[in-house]
């Protein structure tokens, strides 16, 4: 997008130059001639004349500066500059900024010695006359367009004799997350030297800001892939401040810095690239005064496998540099496929080569040398035929997935690589879409890559549209190896299939795409929306997704805020005018017109393109943003007008760390009921829990018995054991603390990790603690503790109720409650813990052994009680009637156990139990001693060799 604004003033006022204007004035003048200023070599400058003569005419740019607020992705940005004419005529001054493609201009506005000119956003019209497309100028077509990343925003007017024009350009955009980093460019390329240079960026990140890197200055013709490469250094004049939740950027060279990186004023982009604070949940979900955004991009999951056909174009057009960059990126992507994936390689040109003919083979060491082989001897020949080698690929894989059992939750998907338009067979593009659209038929994603500039990037663009995949365009004289690498990157490592996201219906109205086929690691999931249920306290989340062998559903209770908690108007720095600044609310804005916009080019119906058009153009106007359906309008303000000022665009975010909330499921203000309260869960009394305290409960005698282990920090205690039957074992792990003041003991101890061990019908282990989740069947997934999720796989589910418990399912036949005990001030006495409870233990063989296991199919009789004691008395928990000295005795296994009358407090629903104690760490209770149930690790089932049990 290039928009031209011409205009011509005549003001009689003189401006002067300030001394830093006048050293980049000179320091030009210095390098137009034959003299290196900063190298002081002398050098031969051809067509002297004419570049004086340039330097002469043309207004010298006395500021650039560009200001950046990003407030949770969303980044408002402000370019300012002013430009000088000390001739003695009028001259034209040039203001031209790249700014990304994905970003939406929000206002300009300009001023020209004491009169100021500011930016409409209108909407176009649908058609124009002859005439009025005489009066119209239309702008030129892009030198570079959107394509390749950015637009050019230009804009011309004319500086009467002695005077000084200023600009302002505000534009905002929603980052991407692409390789684990938010990267956030600014285009400094004023091409020419400036007295005043700079550029500030502010990030807040109320989630917490982990890594924060500024790269070197990056020239357009030579950019990576976006990964860093060992150590990088931001470039000179570079000053960076971060804290938790806050960071500043700044570059400000001098004109001798400027001279160093770049003598013609195109210094390159600054980039800043960071990423947030996040775990395995349900996301970051932010409300603001009605409006929501969710940030959903987990981590530690095992990839899926893939299906993968590389369709290459080898047409005559691709010799020389790009083939060969092709086939180096080929290399390495080859390199870095997965034991688990399966391929192959497709090349086209007027005929269509398939490596292996009507399968996808397996990742092989034979076969990735065998694939690299057949890259290498492609050669450049031909025509190129899209249609075809599209349609070759599609049947390639839909035979694949139809004829094999493959997995399930697999991700197939095409990479399509050409650099020219389609020359042979088919070359209608909207019949290409057709049949591609025909071939693939919602089963897979096609992901479609452009090289040079003979490229059709919009049949390539919206075949990645219409088919859930993405598209990227490189230049040639780019780096198209690291490009294509990068690209890969993106996309080699699906980690989930089939997310969706839903949310109260009767919460919420308007809300961005919540359906995606794939989640690919080092991306994000955004969805917004509108609120409309003003008198809920909470917003519902779910997420369901694919992962491999499980399923996993995630769920919370989002609290909202108070009115006004969030409303970041009152900062300072927003009062300037410009209508809402919600952030939250103008990234759903940004969402849906981009939703739109996308819609729009997918369709094929007149009618439905001109309904899209018409509410993009309607939502675009309302929040201030040129698109391809509005432009900015010149209009002239009053007369006594002030001159833009850069302070008066960009938000602020000072204070705004104490005003913004970032909500992720378990924060909620004041006043709002926490949802996240421990849940009631009605279990059996059979448990460990405490300091520990066993519970061991016996139904049919209706009687409960207790005892003790007195363990050491660190000793590994074995709960459950049938790994010969059932394949279950359950080992606590112990921690201590010190014995509360005048305590009888010498120290405490608790279980501060449980491990579950199922061998059947194939191994799988979980390892609990009281803030995480580790569950591995062959594929490691981590959880948190502090998000409501359900993971299932074919014999194992997992439950988890935030902060509370977590319920662990195996073949629907064993169940196992594992609570959660963390204090918020704890003493020095207490530790944050866990307790073991058994829910069902139907599955577990009459065999079972370990601390609890053993009691499970075995009953105990009291033999001898007091006078004063029932057992229906004892069932029915009444108390008053006990002596609590009295001691008696209860038989199991033919041992006679001494036992007394005692009231314990166990946690399932927060229950007195009366229960016979055993004394002495339960000494002729269990088979055996305790230190016979010390397990050698977490993972120790008693069968291994050498393990000694006395059992």
């Known amino acids: 997008m290039i928009i031209w604004l011409w205009l011509c003033c005549c003001f009689p006022a003189a401006v002067g130059q300030p001394d830093s204007e006048l050293m980049a004035r000179y320091l030009e003048e210095k390098l137009m001639a034959d003299y290196s200023v900063v190298e002081q070599v002398v050098r031969r400058v051809p067509r002297q004349t004419r570049f004086l003569q340039r330097l002469e005419t043309r207004p010298r740019m006395s500021e650039f500066s560009v200001k950046s607020t990003i407030i949770s992705r969303y980044a408002f940005t402000t370019v300012f500059c002013t430009m000088v004419n000390s ?52 702008p030129p077509s892009p030198v570079n367009g959107r394509e390749n990343g950015y637009e050019t925003f230009k804009a011309s007017v004319f500086i009467p004799r002695k005077m000084q024009a200023s600009f302002l350009l505000h534009y905002e955009e929603l980052l991407q997350r692409r390789l684990g ?164 390689i497709i090349g086209f040109s007027n005929r269509i080569k398939v490596w292996q003919q009507d399968r996808l083979v397996p990742v092989t060491p034979n076969n990735i040398r065998d694939a690299k082989k057949y890259i290498h001897n492609m050669s450049p020949t031909g025509g190129t035929n899209i249609n075809s080698a599209l349609q070759t690929g599609a049947k390639l894989l839909n035979d694949y997935i139809a004829q094999n059992n493959i997995d399930a939750r697999s991700v197939s998907l095409i990479i399509f690589l050409t650099d020219g338009r389609p020359t042979v067979g088919e070359t209608q593009s909207s019949k290409i879409l057709s049949n591609t659209k025909d071939a693939i038929r919602d089963k897979f994603c096609l992901f479609t890559i452009g090289i040079g500039n003979d490229v059709d990037y919009k049949l390539l663009e919206r075949m990645a549209l219409e088919n859930c995949g993405m598209v990227r365009h490189f230049q040639e004289d780019e780096d198209a190896a690291s490009h294509l690498k990068g690209f890969y990157d993106e996309i080699g490592t699906p980690l989930l299939s089939d997310i969706r996201i839903d949310y109260s219906e009767d919460n919420v ?69 410009r209508g ?102 009605k279990i059996s009394k059979t448990s460990a829990d405490g300091d520990p305290h066993f519970v061991i409960d016996f139904p049919s005698s209706k009687f409960s018995v207790c005892f003790n282990i007195d363990g050491e920090p660190g000793d590994i205690l074995r709960l459950v054991s049938d790994h010969k039957e059932s394949g279950v074992t359950v080992n606590g792990q112990l921690i201590g603390a010190p014995a509360p003041p005048n ?75 594992i609570l959660i005990h963390r204090y918020k001030k704890p003493a020095p006495y207490q530790k944050d813990h866990l307790g073991f409870y058994i829910s069902n233990s139907k599955g577990l063989s ?9 009691f499970l199919s075995h009953e105990v009789k009291l033999l001898r009680e007091s006078l004063n004691i029932n057992q229906q008395q004892v069932g ?45 760490n339960a000494d002729k209770l269990i088979d055996g001693s305790y230190k016979d149930y010390l397990a050698s690790h977490p993972f120790d089932t008693g069968t291994s060799p050498g393990t000694i049990n006395s059992l």
């Open 181 to 344: 980093k938010y990267e956030y460019m600014v285009s400094i390329r004023p091409q020419q030297l400036v007295g005043r240079l700079r550029v500030e960026v502010n990030i807040l990140e109320n989630s917490g800001i982990i890594s924060l890197e500024v790269p070197p200055l990056r020239n357009s013709k030579h950019k990576g892939n976006g990964k860093a490469e060992g150590v990088v250094s931001p470039p000179p004049s570079t000053v960076i401040g971060q804290t938790k939740t806050l960071a500043k950027v700044t570059f400000s060279p001098n004109v001798v810095e400027q001279t160093k990186i770049a003598r013609n004023g195109i210094l390159g982009d600054f980039i800043v690239r960071y990423d947030v604070n996040r775990e395995l949940s349900v996301g970051d979900v932010q409300i603001l005064n009605g409006y929501f955004v969710h940030y959903f991009a987990p981590m530690d999951l095992p990839p899926l496998p893939k299906n993968v056909v590389f369709v290459l174009d080898s047409s005559a057009s691709m010799v020389g540099t790009k083939l060969r960059q092709t086939k180096e990126a080929l290399f390495t992507i080859l390199q870095d496929l997965r034991p688990e994936d399966h391929f192959n």
């Open 743 to 817: 305590g009888h003991k010498k120290h405490r101890t608790y279980f501060n990790t449980i491990t579950i061990l199922s061998n059947k019908p194939e191994r799988s282990y979980l390892e609990i603690t009281p803030t995480r989740i580790i569950l591995d069947d062959g594929e490691r997934l981590i959880l948190s503790c502090d998000r409501n999720a359900v993971v299932r796989s074919s014999s194992l589910e997992v439950s988890i109720s935030a902060n509370s418990n977590i319920t662990v399912t195996i073949r629907d036949t064993i169940s196992f409650v």
């Open 87 to 138: 001739g003695s005529e009028a001259r034209e001054a040039v203001f031209e900024m790249q700014i990304p493609a994905a970003a939406f201009i929000s206002n300009f506005t300009m001023s020209i010695g004491n009169k100021t000119y500011y930016g409409e956003v209108t909407g176009k019209e649908k058609k124009h006359s002859n005439d009025d497309k005489a009066k119209m100028k239309k």
């Open 846 to 854: 009459s065999d079972s052994h370990g601390l609890l296991g053993q």
């Open 509 to 577: 109205e308007q809300v961005t795409q919540n359906f995606f086929p794939n989640y690919f690691n080092g991306s994000e999931i955004i969805i917004a929306g509108k609120l409309i249920n003003h008198t809920s306290d909470s917003l519902h989340v779910e997420v369901t997704a694919s992962n491999s062998k499980k399923y996993i559903l995630l769920k919370t209770d989002v609290a909202i805020d108070l009115p006004s908690t969030n409303d970041i108007r009152a900062v300072p720095g927003l009062e300037d005018g």
């Open 580 to 681: 809402d600044q919600n952030y939250i609310e103008r990234a759903w804005s940004y969402l849906t017109i981009k939703e739109l916009l996308n819609s729009r080019l997918k369709s094929n119906d007149d009618q439905e393109k001109e309904y899209l058009t018409e509410k993009a153009k309607s939502m675009a106007l309302a929040y201030n943003f040129v698109t391809p359906f509005t432009y900015l309008k010149m209009r002239e303000a009053g007369l006594h007008s002030e001159p833009p000022h850069e302070e008066l665009i960009s938000p602020s975010t000072d204070g705004i760390g104490e005003k913004l909330q970032s909500l992720q499921g378990h924060k909620a203000p004041p006043g709002i009921r926490r949802h996240q309260d421990k849940q009631r869960i």
């Open 876 to 920: 029915q928990n009444q108390t008053e009637a006990l002596q609590p000295n009295l001691t008696n005795t209860l038989k199991v296994k033919g041992r006679l156990v001494p036992v007394v009358w005692k009231q314990r407090r166990i946690y399932n629903g927060q229950q007195q139990v009366d229960c016979w104690f055993a004394k002495n």
